[in-house]
């Protein structure tokens, strides 16, 4: 198998070395292991979900956490529709995220914990930006990311090859880290 594409990983790695521990944290009751399997599962199920709220091809889907693994599932599930991943830096300055945000027209924003949303809602609120957020960890009155998977109707796996064939090795864009270079790269 070639790998062309970032998440092309994803199956090379299932094919190539099928590991118990492809990602681990260190969580409150130690660590986590995410298999390879789980991985692609969980990054599937991600894409699913997108596909399902209407996610197409060059859409801006925004993370803003510090590392862990739902970063790479969210990543990933983004990438295999050809949507663009924003990252965005937990310590961006709510000015410099108000911009980023509406200059990029984010649809949906992946947001790590209950600091980040209140910051980013407060933002999208006097911005009077309309977008969806979703945390990694459970915030009270917030959709955690996992609820995003039980919207998806049905695991279409037919439409999703098709997507991932469609997304050619060029590609598969980030938005850089702090949303500067898609927007620099959207000016030239």
Known sequence: MEVTRVFDLLAYSKEKFSLVDMLAAKGPSGWKKHSTAEVITKSNAISFALMSKGVK?????AIMSTNRPEWNFV?????????ITVPLYPTLA???LAFISKDAGIQIFFVENEVLYEKLNK?????AITAEIYTFEKVTGASHYASINASAAANNYEELEAR???VLPAGCQRGGVSGASWWMSSRM
């Open 164 to 166: 991932k064939a469609a």
């Open 57 to 61: 091809k060059d859409d801006k889907i």
């Open 94 to 96: 709510e000015n410099d």
């Open 75 to 83: 990543d990933m599930g983004i990438m295999q529709l050809g949507a």
């Open 123 to 127: 933002v999208l609120k006097a911005s």
